[in-house]
């Protein structure tokens, strides 16, 4: 039974174009939840999702971000624009269900706009 | 809003010894959960150790256990035994038992775990 799966592991973008993440969760899960890290801090909330809808967006940028998880294929979260304070390690996580007791983590993307 | 205040940035053990790593939290919740995650240079989240709040029993697992006051908010992880491949950044994290909106993780800032010969 594979993990949560992300990719790029490393991605490295120009200011002004989109960065594409890409996450996989485990077999059976139906709830994803994106996390960033900034250097040195700890990971702060963005959104979290089930197929098709999104639940919380309450950590997610006003503009800019989005993400979504359709009904087939992985969980995207899309930055259009990126600017150099979007530099950060991005962490997915994925749970069978919103009343988990543990949510299991991707290794994450280090995004880096240059 | 949950806080989660971790007032260690960095801590050092030597191996074989024992090391304690404060947390503290603010809630209005009378029920949730708490947990340590473990980040070594690979970036990987790793689970340490979980808590129900309603469970008055300090979770444990192998070396690794808890200090859990409720009434204090206070949530340290004691690591016995270091060793080598416990170096890394520990995060305390805290949810509620709320699904939807409170399924969300909420981190402190972290310690760095050196070990040392």
């Known amino acids: 039974n594979a993990g949560v799966m992300q990719n790029p592991r490393h991605l490295v973008r120009r200011r002004g174009q989109e960065a594409r993440l890409r996450c996989s969760p485990m077999?059976?899960?139906?709830?994803v939840y994106w996390y960033r890290q900034l250097p040195e801090e700890g990971l702060k909330f963005m959104v979290y999702?089930?197929?098709?809808?999104?639940?919380?967006e309450s950590g997610m940028p006003k503009e800019r971000f989005s993400a979504e998880f359709p009904k087939e294929g992985p969980s995207i979260l899309r930055i259009q624009q990126v600017v150099r304070g979007d530099s950060a390690a991005y962490f997915c996580?994925?749970?069978?269900?919103?009343?988990?007791?543990?949510?299991?983590f991707g290794q994450g993307t280090r995004l880096t706009v240059v | 809003a949950q806080t989660v205040t971790q007032s260690q940035p960095e801590m050092s053990v030597q191996e074989a010894e024992t090391v304690t790593l404060s947390c503290t939290y603010d809630?209005?919740?009378?029920?949730?959960?708490l947990f340590w995650y473990k980040q070594p240079p690979s970036r990987q989240m790793i689970l340490v150790i979980r808590?129900?709040?309603?469970?008055?029993q300090n979770a444990t697992e192998n070396r690794f256990s808890v200090n859990f006051q409720k009434a204090a908010k206070s949530f340290s992880l004691k690591i016995s035994d270091s060793q080598l491949g416990d170096a890394a950044m520990y995060f305390c994290?805290?949810?509620?038992?709320?699904?939807?909106?409170?399924?969300?993780?909420?981190f402190g800032t972290g310690t760095r775990l050196q070990v040392t010969l």
């Open positions: 996580a994925s749970s069978p269900q919103g009343a988990y007791t543990e949510a299991f």
């Open positions: 077999k059976g899960h139906s709830h």
């Open positions: 999702l089930q197929k098709e809808n999104i639940i919380d």
């Open positions: 809630t209005s919740e009378s029920d949730y959960y």
């Open positions: 808590q129900e709040a309603y469970k008055q």
């Open positions: 994290a805290y949810r509620s038992v709320d699904t939807g909106t409170a399924s969300k993780l909420t």
